[in-house]
């Protein structure tokens, strides 16, 4: 179908003025049309009608003067319970707020596996830098993660199943590099760029240099950063934290403690008495070959 030109042209009541003002009227309307698909402008947009739109506020992560401390945004009140990060449902009222507590992540021991050192007035230590010293917690704190006391006829039932769950998680995780019998011997730890080291060193045995709970924990944690002048990767051994869970990396410490026992911790850390008894059924007993392993754990 064609515009109708013959019709406008023939009809009597469109005079000549009136036509004229019809095309400038479309011509304008195509070249207005033209421009609605113009330059793109780093220019604020035109405001017509400002209204709300700008209005003093604070943004987030920004300095105010107003509050004492200096930020703009405030920290949660002490105790405050997430809500809304996941459906919590219990048979009280359908909240579980000991489950919800667990976001908050606020105990140090649990969550850091390291704890603020305290002077003996109970207020922290600061070191030459102002910030808080900590070191790492010496045992895991397994009252806490498992919600029962020591004491208790549960314990040994939720330990065992705790356990098992580490071993499961070790085994996932761990062996390729570390090795079954946490002597870095496992099938990747072998072609590793880092060679890995023998979990049966004096150093790595409760009581050792590195022989805190809380570092094997915060190992699992962060990894192992690589320093030094040309580091081609930043970590020799990565982080862990998102693979595993806090409970689920506390649980593969206490494995790695059960390897280490398993495998004979270091003499001296075992009292006179004791040592003597045990140095005679380790002779008795072959174990399994930790004839590379370094330290005092090897067959004495
Ligand atoms: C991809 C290989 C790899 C995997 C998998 C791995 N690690 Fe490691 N890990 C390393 C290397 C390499 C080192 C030695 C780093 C160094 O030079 O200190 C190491 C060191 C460690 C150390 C001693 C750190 C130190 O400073 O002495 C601990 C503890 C440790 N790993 C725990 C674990 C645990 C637990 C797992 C399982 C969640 C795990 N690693 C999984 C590669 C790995």
């Given at each position: 179908?064609t515009?109708?030109?013959?019709?406008l042209?023939?009809?009597?009541?469109?005079?000549?003025?009136?036509?004229?003002v019809?095309?400038f009227?479309?011509?304008?309307?195509?070249?207005?049309?033209g421009g609605?698909r113009g330059?793109?402008?780093?220019?604020?947009?035109r405001?017509f009608f400002?209204d709300?739109d700008?209005?003093?506020?604070y943004?987030?992560q920004?300095g105010?003067t107003?509050?004492?401390?200096?930020r703009?945004m405030?920290?949660p009140?002490?105790?405050?319970?997430p809500?809304?990060?996941?459906?919590?449902?219990d048979e009280?009222?359908?909240?579980?707020f000991?489950?919800?507590?667990?976001?908050l992540?606020?105990d140090?021991?649990v969550?850091t596996?390291k704890e603020?050192?305290?002077?003996?007035?109970?207020k922290?230590?600061?070191?030459?830098a102002?910030?808080?010293r900590?070191m790492?917690?010496e045992r895991t704190?397994?009252?806490?993660l498992?919600g029962?006391?020591?004491?208790?006829a549960?314990?040994?039932?939720?330990?065992?199943?705790?356990?098992?769950l580490?071993?499961?998680?070790?085994?996932?995780y761990c062996?390729?590099?570390h090795?079954?019998?946490?002597?870095?011997?496992?099938?990747?730890?072998?072609r590793?760029s880092y060679?890995?080291?023998?979990w049966?060193?004096?150093?790595y045995y409760r009581?050792?240099?590195?022989?805190?709970?809380?570092?094997f924990?915060?190992?699992?944690?962060?990894g192992?950063?690589n320093?030094g002048?040309?580091?081609?990767?930043?970590?020799?051994m990565p982080?862990?934290?998102?693979?595993?869970?806090?409970?689920?990396?506390?649980?593969?410490v206490?494995y790695?403690?059960?390897l280490?026992?398993?495998?004979g911790?270091?003499?001296?850390?075992?009292?006179?008495?004791?040592?003597?008894?045990?140095?005679?059924?380790?002779?008795a007993?072959?174990?399994?070959s930790?004839?590379s392993?370094?330290?005092k754990?090897g067959?004495s």
């Amino acid at each position: 179908m064609t515009f109708p030109m013959d019709y406008l042209r023939a009809t009597p009541t469109l005079s000549r003025f009136g036509r004229s003002v019809g095309w400038f009227v479309l011509v304008l309307g195509v070249v207005a049309l033209g421009g609605c698909r113009g330059e793109r402008s780093d220019n604020r947009p035109r405001q017509f009608f400002p209204d709300l739109d700008d209005q003093p506020k604070y943004k987030a992560q920004s300095g105010s003067t107003f509050f004492a401390d200096g930020r703009s945004m405030r920290e949660p009140v002490a105790g405050t319970v997430p809500f809304g990060a996941k459906p919590f449902t219990d048979e009280f009222g359908g909240v579980d707020f000991a489950e919800r507590e667990g976001y908050l992540k606020a105990d140090e021991h649990v969550f850091t596996g390291k704890e603020t050192v305290l002077d003996a007035e109970g207020k922290p230590v600061m070191d030459a830098a102002g910030a808080e010293r900590s070191m790492y917690v010496e045992r895991t704190p397994i009252e806490e993660l498992l919600g029962v006391k020591r004491a208790d006829a549960a314990f040994g039932a939720a330990y065992s199943d705790f356990m098992a769950l580490g071993e499961k998680k070790f085994n996932i995780y761990c062996v390729v590099c570390h090795g079954a019998l946490g002597d870095g011997k496992g099938t990747v730890g072998t072609r590793w760029s880092y060679p890995l080291p023998t979990w049966h060193a004096e150093q790595y045995y409760r009581g050792g240099e590195k022989g805190a709970d809380g570092f094997f924990f915060f190992t699992i944690r962060h990894g192992v950063p690589n320093v030094g002048e040309s580091v081609p990767y930043p970590l020799k051994m990565p982080s862990y934290a998102t693979k595993v869970s806090e409970r689920e990396s506390w649980a593969i410490v206490e494995y790695v403690r059960a390897l280490q026992k398993q495998q004979g911790s270091p003499l001296q850390s075992v009292p006179e008495r004791e040592r003597i008894e045990l140095e005679k059924r380790r002779s008795a007993t072959p174990r399994a070959s930790t004839g590379s392993v370094s330290g005092k754990g090897g067959v004495s």
